[in-house]
């Protein structure tokens, strides 16, 4: 059965969450969704029920998802007339996104509505059975909350709790979103050929992904198979190899996810990193299949003949850093 979900975005890299739901949701259901509307810390999405744990379960940079009640208006709340809530008491909140439509009274249409539901559920403030959520953004949506996502998880991987680790490491949900953007499916194959502490195959593997890394540098392929001892993960393959001969070792790769190096500290044994860059982007369209993408991230926007750009987002980091992370196609 299709339901209406919508999907309440963490608010940060403009455009990479929304488009994180919109990869993942079409992943997990095979392309048997459809995006009804997006806008301002929201997407709305139809898709099958079933594939709500699944979806869920995947997605790194969404605060809460729920089934889609409707869009209204402050002196319009008809959509909650005819609604008819699962038994149980129920609570509202609402969310305001970055301050947007900050006339509206949110209190106001908290009241109007809790007196319309209270008609046939109790109300219950503290522990309710089922919370609804008011969003207010570019417009006022409603939303009975499914899930929640549980940022714990990705806590206990961040790089600081791994056995070996990297300050400069992605963390964990910016790791996972980019692979996400990939589209690659659950048991599909995922290559970090720069995989330093590990935290892009951790990832991936933690998705239900065969996770395969490899790195020029030994002790870094060592420390990535330490943490992925660590968590109880399984690396279904590794490598010790440079980047332009990836070719050689790897094939059929459905996504590449990486996190190449950059920065002072890096070592790239005294090459300029751009030519890194361009060997890399060079060789990932000998590993992957013809439908397969890279995800890649870098301090700044990078072409190559090799592979087209299909988006890119930009995250400040400090001072003059920031993460350009790219999606690239065959």
Do not use: W
């Not at 038994?87 to 305001?96: M, N």
């Not at 417009?139 to 996502?149: G, H, L, M, P, V």
């Not at 980019?178 to 659950?186: D, E, F, P, Y």
């Amino acid at each position: 059965m299709n339901r209406t979900y919508l999907f309440e975005l963490l608010g940060e890299l403009e455009g990479m969450p929304a488009d994180e739901v919109k990869a993942t949701v079409s992943t997990e259901t095979d392309g048997a969704c459809k995006l009804i509307c997006e806008g301002p810390g929201y997407v709305v999405m139809e898709l099958p029920e079933e594939k709500v744990d699944d979806i869920n379960n995947r997605l790194a940079l969404t605060h809460e998802m729920g089934r889609f009640i409707g869009f209204i208006e402050s002196d319009d709340l008809s959509v909650f007339e005819n609604l008819e809530l699962p038994e149980g008491t129920f609570a509202i909140r609402h969310l305001r996104y970055k301050g947007l439509n900050a006339e509206v009274d949110s209190q106001k249409i908290i009241r109007s509505v809790g007196a319309i539901l209270s008609k046939h559920n109790d109300v219950d403030l503290k522990h309710p059975d089922i919370l609804i959520r008011i969003l207010i953004s570019d417009r006022i949506s409603a939303y009975i909350i499914d899930k929640t996502f549980n940022a714990d998880l990705l806590r206990e991987r961040k790089v600081s709790e791994r056995p070996f680790f990297s300050p400069i490491s992605l963390h964990p949900k910016y790791a996972r979103a980019l692979i996400n953007l990939t589209g690659v499916k659950r048991g599909g194959t995922v290559l970090d050929p720069f995989c330093g502490t590990g935290g892009i195959v951790i990832e991936a593997a933690s998705m239900g992904m065969k996770a395969v890394a490899s790195d020029f540098d030994p002790e870094m392929v060592a420390g990535t198979r330490e943490n992925m001892d660590f968590y109880k993960l399984r690396i279904a393959d590794f490598e010790t190899i440079d980047i332009s001969d990836i070719p050689e070792r790897f094939s059929e790769i459905d996504a590449i996810a990486c996190d190449p190096p950059y920065g002072r500290s890096t070592k790239t044994g005294g090459e300029n990193i751009d030519s890194i860059y361009k060997r890399a982007l060079d060789a990932f369209p000998k590993v992957l299949t013809p439908t397969g993408k890279a995800g890649v991230v870098l301090p700044h926007v990078f072409q190559t003949d090799s592979m087209k750009l299909e988006c890119m987002y930009v995250q400040y980091v400090h001072g003059t850093l920031s993460r350009h992370y790219h999606i690239f196609k065959n």
